[in-house]
């Protein structure tokens, strides 16, 4: 009898992977929409960022820099770090993706928490590693859950802060105690995307923490705040010996020319990222109470979004809530996949957005189930 396979077969693991599912992005039928599901910004990109993009569309025939030189200094420059210690990929993701293929193989763990960003246990998958899920409090991580679920197989811990989809952060202290808590050779990776929107005074992104110790990382994203998710641009803060581990591996050349330059110019215009923060924390509070004000649980956020929970009532549910915004052309974030069957993450948006969403949702909460 021959064993020769009919096909190509991935590796075990790999099918056993349930596939990131982004949010929709179209209302068919409806002449305007307004994208409120992937938590970008209003307020697009710097002028200057786009200049900078357009400037480099003329030298597209060349190789970009292969080491990020002009990124690596920006970032440098701006958050005070040493340039020798932050790594750039394309996105946040490539850099989770990277740490995960260097420390993860088949009898290795990896640490989620309850409602954390999907790709975390995606790529554990990936590098043959198994993802190990601990309950959150209150849509909150639970510092004492996840060193309960240390084991000697553990190798590392992923946390978003602030959460992605609740919007709770974890105070300093308690990313200290964690970090406290873990063996040496466990890496604490603390992915703060939506960092430069917070305004908690015990709030810190991990810089000191990856500054002080051997096992800690912190990657950033210039999705968010720097309008940039088209071009791809992530970073990460860590020590030499885990950046130089991640190099080695690095495809050479992998992020492109303009949007190393764009990444640059966007993260050196403070003056146009801080009115996007004062934009999104006065709108913060204003949805929040508006939501809160039609009967709607929302869960208090830190970050450029909220979660909105529903009544379990017929006619009042997630699911219809999700199909009558998108009739009047808003898309929100259904978020199954997360834990929240009967939940829209809302992004914050313009004020024609934010008030639109809010005067669909009166209509929406008012009528007869």
Known sequence: MSTEMSKPAPRPGILDIAAYVPGKQHAPGVARVFKLSSNETPFGASPKAIEAFRNASGRLEQYPDGQAKELREAIAEVHGLNVANILCGSGSDELLSLICHTYLGPGDEGIVTEHGFLIYKIQIMAAGATPITVKEKDCIVDVDAIL??????????????PANPTGTYVPVSEIRRLHAGLPKHVILVLD?????YVRRNDYEAGLELVSANQNVVMTRTFSKIYGLAALRIGWMYGPADIVDALNRIRPPFNMNT???AA??????DRAFTEQAVVHNTL????????LEALGLKVTPSVANFVLIHFPDSKGKS??????????????????????????LRLSIGTEEANLGVIDALTEFMGRKA
């Open 148 to 161: 309960s679920g240390v084991t000697e197989k553990t190798k590392i811990v992923f946390i978003a802060n």
């Open 192 to 196: 703060a995307a939506y960092a430069e």
């Open 258 to 260: 303009p949007a190393l």
């Open 263 to 268: 990444g640059a110019a966007a993260i050196r």
């Open 283 to 290: 709108w913060l509070e204003k949805m929040t109470a508006a």
């Open 318 to 343: 997630a699911i219809e809530a999700d199909d009558f915004l998108t009739g009047r052309g808003y898309i929100l974030r259904a978020v199954p996949a997360y834990g929240f069957p009967n939940s």
